[in-house]
C-alpha cells in the first residue's frame, strides 16, 4: 500500500474514532495478546482489533463469538487508537444502528443486510444492529434444500421489514416474482412441462419451464422420478396469495443420464 493511501485509511479510522462513523471490514482471522482473545479485522489493508466482548453476537448458545462470525464482513466503530494497533468495536456499531432503524426505518420498506453465517436450514443476516435467523419459509417462494446451495457468508442480500417491534424481516417479501407479473397465467386443470428440481418428505418439487414458478406434486413411491427429470405436470390448485401451486406428475418425458 502507498504511503498516501495508508495516510488516508488511518484518516478514516481516526475520524470513526472521532464521530463514531461506522466502518466495515472482514473478520479474517483471531489471535491472543497477553490472555486476551481478539479478532484481526481488515480495513484497506490495516490489521484492528476486535475484543472478544465488542462483538456483540446475539445467540447465547455460541461460546466462540469472533471465531462463529471468521470470514464475515461486520461493520464497527474506532474505540482507541495506539502507535501499533487500532482497537474496534462491533458492538457500539450495532447500538448505532439499531438507533438508525428505530428512527429512519418503516414497515415494509426494503433495506440491505450481509450474510453473517449459514447452516442447512438457517441463514443468518445482520441488519441494522440486528441478527435475524431466517428459515427457508422466509427466504423464498420455492423450495430450498440446503442454505448453503443458496447463500455464503458475506453475501448482500434484500429484506423487507415486517415488523419493528419486534424486529423481523424476510427476505421472501422483497423478491421480484413471476407472480407480480402475470398471476393468472396457469389454470387449474391445464397441463405444464417442468423440471424436477428437489424430491423430499413434502413432495416432488418441478419448476415449470415457462417462467420457473414451482409445483408441488405428491410423492409417488417407486415410480418418483429422480431430480433433473423433466416431467408433465397436472395443475391441480393454485393458491395467488400464497405463490403456490400444487399438482399431478401426469407423465415423465425423460430423466437425466446417470
Not at 11 to 28: F, V
Not at 160 to 180: R, Y
Request: some cysteine.
Amino acid at each position: 500500500m502507498k504511503q498516501t493511501q495508508k495516510d488516508e485509511v488511518r484518516r478514516l479510522l481516526q475520524k470513526s474514532y472521532n464521530y463514531k462513523t461506522i466502518l466495515t471490514g472482514q473478520l479474517a482471522g483471531k489471535k491472543k495478546i497477553g490472555d486476551k482473545t481478539y479478532g484481526v479485522v481488515l480495513y484497506q489493508g490495516i490489521r484492528c482489533l476486535l475484543p472478544a466482548e465488542e462483538v456483540d453476537l446475539s445467540t447465547e448458545t455460541v461460546n466462540d463469538k469472533i471465531g462463529a462470525l471468521l470470514g464475515a464482513t461486520i461493520e464497527f466503530v474506532v474505540t482507541d487508537i495506539q502507535k501499533d494497533n487500532v482497537f474496534i468495536s462491533r458492538k457500539v456499531a450495532k447500538q448505532l444502528r439499531r438507533i438508525e432503524f428505530e428512527n429512519n426505518v418503516k414497515e415494509g420498506q426494503i433495506i440491505n443486510g450481509r450474510v453473517i453465517g449459514v447452516s442447512p436450514k438457517n441463514v443468518y443476516v445482520d441488519a441494522f444492529g440486528y441478527e435475524f435467523g431466517l428459515t427457508a419459509k422466509d427466504v423464498d417462494y420455492k423450495w430450498i434444500h440446503d442454505m448453503r446451495e443458496r447463500f455464503k457468508v458475506g453475501d448482500s442480500v434484500k429484506a423487507k421489514v415486517i415488523s419493528k417491534n419486534p424486529p423481523q424481516i424476510s427476505i421472501k417479501e422483497a423478491l421480484t416474482t413471476p407472480w407480480e407479473k402475470d398471476p393468472d397465467r396457469y389454470k387449474v386443470g391445464e397441463q405444464y412441462v417442468g423440471k424436477v428440481v428437489a424430491v423430499a418428505n413434502l413432495g416432488i418439487f418441478v419448476d415449470l419451464i415457462e417462467d420457473g414458478r414451482q409445483v408441488l406434486c405428491p410423492p409417488m413411491g417407486l415410480k418418483t422420478p429422480v431430480i433433473g427429470s423433466v416431467v408433465v405436470v397436472l395443475i391441480k390448485d393454485i393458491n395467488k396469495e400464497q405463490k403456490k401451486m400444487w399438482g399431478d406428475i401426469v407423465r415423465i418425458i425423460s430423466e437425466p443420464r446417470i
